[in-house]
């Protein structure tokens, strides 16, 4: 299934190349930087235990609200519609004092929904059926049922889930392009990350843009590029069709 949003970074071009990547046996599924979800809700299931981690606390929020109350969730967003105006609105609302969980996360959703290129700032000048995002809300709980989800930095989250069973896909900020994430990643989080990586128990894949400085970062690892398509080719003809990433892992 598709996830409910884009997110800055996210793998629905990838995905199918990162899952038939993964080990045959997976006891505990863990997406260490979740974004989206893309490549969670590639799959009916992955594991056993399947873990659901970001460091952004809106992104967290929306993903509880969807699991625990969905249906409270989709009647919010029956009020609401898909408009410059509004769309102003929700980004001076949805972190004001006194909203609920509920309605942060409404809000929140319609920003991702309709801002341009999902980075929750600039309004998208898109055309979407409010009520057709909505209704499928009920399938992602539903996917999400058994889905733990949490709100902590990569490295606490290894400590506690690693195992020599476990799978950990991670998919951080791209090194040089932090400034577009929400989250700060700088570079002290990137060498943080590979040293977190290299003592645990279980496997990891982590997908990342191909630069020098990430090749050099793990080297001892098997590094595998890979091409897609470039998510703007439809929209700017200056930009290159092609785009290579790797996919790092220690199995």
């Not at 009916?44 to 509880?64: I, P, Q, S, T, W």
């Not at 959703?109 to 009920?138: A, I, Q």
Request: glycine letters at 6%; proline letters at 2%; one cysteine or more.
């Amino acid at each position: 299934m598709n996830s409910f949003i884009g997110w800055i970074g996210g793998k629905k071009l990838l995905r199918k190349e990162i899952i038939q990547r993964f080990p045959d046996k997976i006891g505990r599924y863990i997406e260490v930087c979740g974004g989206a979800g893309w490549v969670l809700f590639g799959k009916e299931r992955h594991a056993e235990l399947e873990v659901y981690n970001d460091v952004n606390g809106d992104l967290v929020n929306l993903f509880k609200c969807i699991k625990y109350h969905c249906h409270e969730l989709q009647r919010e967003l029956s009020f609401m519609l898909n408009s410059r105006e509004l769309f102003e609105d929700f980004k001076t609302q949805y972190n004001v004092r006194g909203m609920t969980d509920i309605q942060r996360a409404a809000r929140f959703f319609m920003l991702v929904k309709t801002s341009y290129g999902s980075d929750v700032r600039s309004y998208g000048c898109v055309k979407k059926d409010v009520s057709v995002m909505v209704e499928y809300l009920t399938k992602i709980q539903e996917r999400l049922a058994r889905v733990v989800i949490e709100n902590k930095d990569f490295e606490s989250l290894i400590k506690v889930y690693d195992k020599p069973d476990a799978l950990l896909y991670l998919d951080p900020p791209y090194y040089g392009t932090e400034k577009y994430y929400e989250a700060d990643f700088p570079k002290d989080d990137h060498k943080r990350l590979c040293e977190a990586l290299k003592g645990i128990k279980g496997k990891f894949l982590l997908s990342y843009n191909d630069c020098e400085y990430i090749r050099e970062l793990y080297k001892e690892f098997t590094i595998e590029e890979i091409c897609r398509n470039h998510n703007l080719v439809g929209r700017y003809n200056d930009k290159d069709s092609r785009y290579n990433e790797l996919i790092i892992r220690n199995y």
